[in-house]
């Protein structure tokens, strides 16, 4: 009775970033209980809208959410050697989430109607194992331990005109900006950043051609 109010709720009620990636999560865990091996266990969510939704801010979430519970499954099952509550710097789930400012770099920029725009697609893979102690090839029975294991990235469709042209009021991937901002705030850094040194975005036609950084009235074309 409790469980079917639930779902009356859940049909009733728009979709849930957290209650999704939960719902995936538990069926995951569900399935590797009830079959041998990873058989019916895939889950997949398709996060989808217009420019400006929320996509990525959405993707994030989701991978927050799955990394954390995974970290809860690894935490109970090393309570018993004290272990640290926080996951260590070098873990699967820290690697996966610190992948995004790397993603976001190259690949998004600031359009008229979202200042962190993704301009390409992204296939989003995470790789959970059942890491429980007393599971066997010959028993089905496990403990509902699902660690994240690996991640898979693949990127597709990037706006690849974006690098020699922008709209106005728009701007090239931040990445050109973030090195230009680098050599402000690392004087000292040398090596290849020291070529960049007293320039600026209004200063080359890429990063500029939009007129709208910097508040030179023309860029050079560099």
């Not at 709720?9 to 990873?38: I, Q």
């Not at 890491?131 to 509902?144: A, D, P």
């Not at 994240?148 to 005109?161: F, N, S, W």
């Not at 900006?177 to 950043?193: G, I, K, N």
Request: aromatic content about 8%.
């Amino acid at each position: 009775q409790p469980q079917s109010a639930v779902s009356r709720v859940e049909e009733e009620l728009p979709p849930h970033v957290y209650g999704l990636a939960d719902n995936v999560y538990r069926s995951m865990k569900r399935a590797l209980e009830e079959e041998t091996g990873f058989k019916n266990a895939d889950q997949a969510i398709l996060v989808s809208g217009e420019s400006g939704a929320g996509k990525t801010v959405t993707t994030k979430f989701l991978m927050q959410y799955l990394a954390h519970m995974s970290t809860l499954g690894k935490e109970k099952q090393s309570s018993s050697s004290s272990s640290s509550a926080s996951p260590p710097q070098n873990s699967i789930e820290r690697q996966v989430l610190q992948s995004n400012p790397i993603l976001e770099s190259f690949g998004n920029a600031r359009t008229l109607r979202n200042d962190n725009s993704s301009r390409f697609g992204k296939f989003i893979e995470l790789q959970f194992a059942n890491t429980s102690s007393n599971v066997n090839s010959n028993s089905t029975s496990t403990c509902g331990t699902m660690s994240l294991v690996g991640a898979r990235i693949d990127t597709y469709l990037l706006e690849k005109v974006r690098l020699i042209r922008q709209t106005p009021g728009e701007r090239n991937y931040h990445i050109f900006y973030e090195l230009l901002s680098a050599t402000s705030h690392y004087p000292s850094e040398e090596h290849w950043m020291v070529y960049l040194e007293g320039y600026q975005a209004c200063d080359f036609h890429m990063t500029n051609s939009a007129r709208d950084y910097g508040g030179s009235s023309a860029g050079s074309s560099t």
